[in-house]
């Protein structure tokens, strides 16, 4: 099965222009993409932009339209710190399982939810799971989103340890242009991300937003 995933993603980002799908950026460059799903999420969040802001490092926020809903001030203090605010659907329902209807209006409430917040159009869009349909992918190039996917999980999602998500990430693992998939809701993220940040700035690695890393 995964195979078949690798086989598929190399298909599309081939067949579709750059601008409406990135799983990583040019391989020769030192730049890299901290991006972190399912937010904005109180105390972690929070944290997670003290630290960037510590570092003089910016970083990409895929949330959900639920959670910026409600913490619309942590939605603000995301986009005010320089960093991308990108759209992850209202609620998280898989792409795939819902009608064009349905997905669109989760794509279209989160993306009203970010411009009120921001008074800008950030037109990045990640699906839940990682995880789009053919139909899903065309209603978001018909309507100039850009898919972003990621070339390296922390798989922190699992919320096993902090030794596990450096065990996926640090070491020889991250290359350049790569987009690293975090989330901002657990400790284990929060206790792994200085030593993650510490060894890609030793590594002379350049941290950018989705948006620079596509330029």
Known sequence: MRKIKNLLKKTLYVMVPRKYIIWRGNRNSKKVALTFDDGPTPNYTEKVLDLLSYHKIKASFFVLGKNLERYPNIGRRIVEDGHLLGNHTYSHKKSYEVSI?????????????????????????????????????????????????????????EHISTRHILKNVIGDKVRGGDIILLHDNNKFTLEALPVIIEHLQNRDFKFVTVEEMMR
């Open 101 to 157: 209807r349905e997905f669109s209006e989760e794509l279209n409430r989160t993306k009203d939810l970010i411009k009120k917040i921001s008074s800008r159009d950030f037109n990045y869009f990640r699906p839940p799971f990682g995880v789009f349909s053919f139909l899903t992918l065309w209603h978001c190039i018909s309507k100039r989103f850009t898919a972003v996917h990621w070339s390296l999980d922390s798989r922190d999602f």
